[in-house]
């Protein structure tokens, strides 16, 4: 094929997202935490920032590169402001009609303008 030798374009931005959304549609998601263990499971449902800013290396760890800052701020420039970015993100995701439908939607946006 013509294009076979051209080289693969990454997007670290999105690849932060998408795995994001990766673990919230496998592992599943949660409100007022980062991560919780589900009665019964292994996996770790996360909310909204736990989702992107927690990598699966030997275990879960908070890792705050400048990927997931940059999505942090994209997802925040998507959403209504009440204090500062990360306040903002925590208060959307927990809103108690928020679904686990609306986050994906909101990753899946974000990831489109990466």
Not at 31 to 47: A, D, N
Not at 63 to 71: I, S
């Amino acid at each position: 094929m013509p294009f076979d030798n051209l080289p693969v374009v990454s997007n670290p931005v999105r690849d932060v997202i998408d795995q994001a959304i990766e673990r919230i549609e496998t592992n599943g998601w949660c409100r007022g935490s980062l991560g919780v263990h589900p009665k019964g499971t292994r996996g770790l449902s996360v909310c909204l920032l736990g989702a992107i800013g927690i990598y699966q290396v030997r275990g879960w760890y908070f890792a705050p590169t400048p990927d997931v800052e940059e999505a942090k701020r994209l997802l925040a420039e998507m959403i209504p402001r009440c204090g500062d970015e990360q306040h903002s993100l925590f208060m959307w995701n927990d809103d108690p009609q928020r679904t686990r439908d609306e986050v994906i939607d909101l990753l899946k946006r974000v990831r489109d303008l990466a």
